[in-house]
Structure formats: C-alpha cells, structure tokens
C-alpha cells in the first residue's frame, strides 16, 4: 500500500516473470524455438556452402574505381573494365554477379546491372539507392539465404508473440476466474497490474530475442557466414528495434481481449483477431519474402514491420529513414493500443459470467 505505482509495477512484473520461468511447459516451448532457429541457420550454412562461395565478383570501370572505394572489402572481388560495355559484357558471360558504374543521368549518380536479381551485399554497401538494371528480370534464381532468413524472422516474431501473448490471456483469465483479480485490485490499480503484465512477458520475451540472436550470431560464425553475418547487421539490429515495440503492441491487446472473459475456454473467441494479426505476416513473408511489393507494406504495417523492415535491409532497398519511420509508426500505434487496451481492462477486469462486450467495457471504463 506505501508503495508508488512504478514500484507496484515492477512487483507484479517480477511476479509475472517468477511464474512463468517456474513454469516446465514454458520454458520447454522457449528451448524448442531455439533450436529450430538454430537449425534454420546452420541449415541456410549449408545451403550457402553448397551453392558457391562468399565471394561476390563485380565489374567497376576503372575510372570509377576510386569513387567506389566502399566495394573494397575481403569478400568482393573487384574486376576493373575499360568502360560501361565491357563491365556489362562481363555479367552478361557469367563472370562476374554485377556491374557497378557512375552515371550522372540517374539521381543517385550509380548504376548498378545484375542478371536476374540485384546482390545484396553490393546494394547494402552503396550508401545510396543506385539505379539497377537486372538483364533478366523475369528469371530469378531461388535466394536460400533470403529465404531461411524469412524464416527466421518471422518464426522468432510469431512463435515469441504467440507464446507470451497466450501466457498473458492465460494469467488474466486466471486471476480472474478465481477472484483473485478482487484481492489484487484491493491493492493495486488496474493499470498498473496491466502494465506489470505486459512489462513482466515483454522482458522475457527480449531475453528469448536477445538469445536467438546470439545463438544466430554463433552458428553463422560456426558454419563460416561471418562475412553474411557483417552483413546482416542492420537488418538484426532493427528486427530487435521494431520487436520491442511490434510486442509491447500486441501484448496490451492479449491483455485486454482476455479480460473480457471469464473462462479459459473462452478465450479463443476473443483472442482470434489479435492471433491472426501475428499469423498473416508470419504466412506472408514465407511466401513472398522475394516480393518488394509485398515487403514494402509490410515494413510500414505495425503488426509486420519487425519482420518486413528488416528483409528489405537485408535486399538493400530500403532507404536510410525508412526504418526509423516505420518505427515511428509502430510507436504511434502502440501508445494508442495501451490507452485503449487499458481503458477495455480497467471496464471488464471485475466483471464475471458472460462475455463482457467491448462496448461495455470501454462505457464502464
């Protein structure tokens, strides 16, 4: 009762946390994403290996060499041509993968020519959006990488939000149907037992990011893809950006449509509409994770940018302020979701039986 409301907070986060880990079911589920993460990448190792090795080969005129001393790394191999014609001739015979050339009558003032997909690490490395020009275009050879890094992403999101998203709704209801919510609240205000919630899951569920991407780190370094992983960088960095967030956002809804109900069986008929928000973007980047129409939404949706946002960074297409935008979004989104979600929590937490509508609760609130 002395306490202040941030030192509530933090006890009913600590409590969350205490349950959850002593929990044998749970920590099964977090063991088991891990090493599926684990696998996908030692697996994308494999396929990577098989497939030829860490070198990209690019074609620079040599007047343009010394403007482009950002492609001087250990794993492109610089092949300097008399001019534009001989660089292109040299992609179009399959000895080099691209052909990178100043060209003022484009706003970037670079070009970039590819057979069949643009490179990666070579868009990455521009510091600008060159000008690309792909000689076949409608081929496209299946990108393993890209793909397994799809996966990757999206299964951490999805199974991450599922799995603490279901832990939240399983407390609430919980505490809820044995009355304990009355004894709780005798105590506490209801905002701040469901900012505890989400405050206690959220941190387990960076702890569980934090890990998979240290376990994602060493088996790329274990499988010889350090130079990918150097790569890869932005794109992990932000997917731990936008997750902190992506989370918090559709942690306060789980919380909110659980307090409607008073059953656990139940609880499917309100926490649908939230679990298909994870689940279209999870199935979206697995069968799109080459299309940069699909992706460009997704990076700017909030329920899809933690996955999204990142694959475009790893393709190179995405433009210096497009991630901090996207996050701007998720942002805006998230301080909306937990006035609202607090305002539905606070009108049906003590209201027991039926399913309270979200009319009702938001009137009661």
Avoid: C
């Avoid at 080969?57 to 092949?79: K, M």
């Avoid at 799809?150 to 999101?157: E, N, S």
């Amino acid at each position: 009762m002395t306490q202040n409301p941030m030192q509530q907070t933090w006890l009913v986060a600590e409590r969350e946390i205490r349950t959850r880990l002593s929990s044998k079911a749970f920590v099964s589920s977090i063991v088991i994403m891990l090493v599926l993460i684990l696998a996908s990448v030692v697996i994308s190792g494999l396929v990577s290996k098989n497939s030829g090795d860490d070198v990209t080969r690019v074609a620079v005129p040599e007047a343009a060499v010394s403007s482009l001393a950002q492609l001087d790394q250990p794993f492109i191999e610089i092949t300097e041509t008399a001019g534009t014609d001989e660089a292109k001739a040299l992609v179009e015979s399959g000895d080099v993968e691209a052909a990178v050339y100043l060209d003022p009558s484009v706003a970037s003032g670079m070009h970039v020519i590819a057979d069949e997909e643009p490179p990666g690490l070579i868009m990455q490395l521009l510091s600008i959006q060159p000008e690309v020009t792909l000689l076949n275009g409608d081929g496209g050879g299946f990108d393993f990488i890209a793909y397994f890094l799809a996966i990757g992403f999206g299964l951490v999101f999805f199974i991450t939000a599922m799995t603490f998203g279901n832990t939240i709704v399983q407390s609430v209801i919980e505490e809820k149907q044995t009355r304990i919510i009355e004894i709780l609240l005798a105590t506490v205000k209801p905002r701040v037992l469901l900012a505890g919630k989400v405050i206690g899951n959220s941190l387990l569920a960076l702890a569980t990011v934090a890990i998979a991407v240290a376990l994602v780190s060493v088996g790329m370094l274990a499988t010889g893809q350090d130079l990918l992983l150097g790569a890869l960088g932005s794109s992990l960095i932000w997917f731990g950006v936008l997750f902190i967030f992506g989370f918090l956002l559709t942690a306060t809804m789980y919380a909110a449509a659980a307090s409607l109900v008073s059953r656990l069986e139940d609880a499917a008929s309100v926490t649908t509409p939230v679990m298909m928000l994870i689940m279209i973007p999870y199935m979206l980047i697995i069968f799109f994770f080459d299309n940069p129409t699909v992706l460009t939404i997704m990076s700017y949706v909030p329920f899809s940018a933690p996955v999204g946002m990142p694959m475009r960074l790893y393709y190179g297409d995405a433009m210096w302020w497009e991630p901090i935008a996207s996050l701007g979004i998720i942002l805006a989104t998230t301080a909306i979701a937990v006035w609202l979600s607090a305002k539905i929590y606070e009108g049906s937490i003590l209201r027991t039986g039926q399913r309270v509508k979200l009319g009702e609760a938001l009137k009661k609130a």
